[in-house]
Every structure is written in structure tokens, then in C-alpha cells.
């Protein structure tokens, strides 16, 4: 094997590590510890995962995972999903989300806080969130964000800010 063809061997050999190197490497572990557990337990093209605890002001505790491999959702329709994200698209329904989760609230308590809109408003808004399953009526006439989709919530808020 002549010098030229060693050197092109290594060449590409090193640049075949480099490029398994630059996959497997994560800036910082301490930052990317439940995306490591994630890639230890499924191979490729991967998945995705929302998780969460929360403590609420209300004592009750939301504690959530799920999880859908990439492939499973890239493949699905996600037009069944649009009624209840856009349920989520508007600043006033975001706003009573936000309150609820504070403590369930009458719709009463909710009209009060300023910006909220009329009555007729907030009851309509309340209407669209308990139709998408974002929130749902308990005794009393009050109204809390279901334990269920406060993870999914949180998390969708979340991924937002990004």
C-alpha cells in the first residue's frame, strides 16, 4: 500500500470517527439526562417524549409521561388534533387556562379578572376549552384543567417559548 493510499485510509477513518463522535456526544449530559435515557431505550429515527410533575396550587398533583415513536407520528394524520390546538389559540382562553390552574375558578370569578371580556365572552371561551378537553366542570359550577392534560399543557406552553 503505497503513502498516498495510508494517508487516505486514515483520512477517511478519521473522519468516520469524527462523524460518530459529533452523533453520540451531547454538549452537556447534566443538561440532556432524560434525552439520554430517551436514545438509551429507542433506536432510530427516534421519539419523542413529554413528561412532567407538577404540585398544583389546589393539592392536586399532576404526574405524566407518554411517549410516540417519530416514524408512528410522522405517519399519522394530525387533522384529528387541530380542534384541540386551536382551542389553544387565543389569548383570553390561554389566559383562563393559565387562572384555572391556579385553582379551579366559577366562571363568575373569571369574568372579574380584568381583560377577560364580557360574560357571554368568558362563557363561550370556557365552552371551547371544555369541548377540546382542556378543562372540565367540577361541583359548583367551577372549572379545573383535568389532571390528565396538565403535563400535555404545561408542556405545550413550554414548547412554545422556544
Same mark, same amino acid.
Given at each position: 500500500m503505497s503513502d498516498d493510499d495510508r494517508l487516505a485510509a486514515l483520512? *477517511?477513518?478519521v473522519a468516520a470517527l469524527e462523524k460518530k463522535i459529533q452523533h453520540a456526544a451531547t454538549p452537556d449530559p447534566d443538561?440532556?439526562?432524560?434525552?439520554e435515557g430517551l436514545i438509551e431505550r429507542v433506536g432510530d429515527p427516534g421519539a419523542v417524549m413529554?413528561?412532567?410533575?407538577?404540585?398544583?396550587?389546589?393539592g392536586r398533583v399532576a404526574r405524566w409521561q407518554e411517549g410516540a415513536a417519530v416514524a408512528e407520528?410522522?405517519?399519522?394524520?394530525w387533522s384529528p388534533h387541530a380542534a384541540v390546538l386551536a382551542a389553544l389559540a387565543h389569548p383570553a382562553r390561554i389566559g383562563l387556562l393559565a387562572r384555572v390552574l391556579q385553582g379551579a375558578c366559577t *366562571?363568575?370569578?373569571l369574568v372579574r379578572i380584568d381583560g377577560m371580556g364580557t360574560s357571554g365572552q368568558v362563557y363561550h371561551h370556557l365552552r371551547q376549552l371544555v369541548a377540546a378537553g382542556w378543562l372540565h366542570t367540577v361541583g359548583g359550577?367551577?372549572?379545573?384543567?383535568?389532571?390528565?392534560?396538565?403535563?400535555?399543557l404545561l408542556t405545550t406552553i413550554l414548547g412554545a417559548r422556544r
Open positions: 483520512e *477517511a477513518r443538561t440532556f439526562w432524560a434525552l413529554i413528561t412532567g410533575h407538577a404540585a398544583l396550587p389546589d407520528l410522522l405517519d399519522s394524520d *366562571a363568575q370569578e359550577g367551577r372549572y379545573e384543567v383535568p389532571v390528565a392534560r396538565v403535563i400535555p
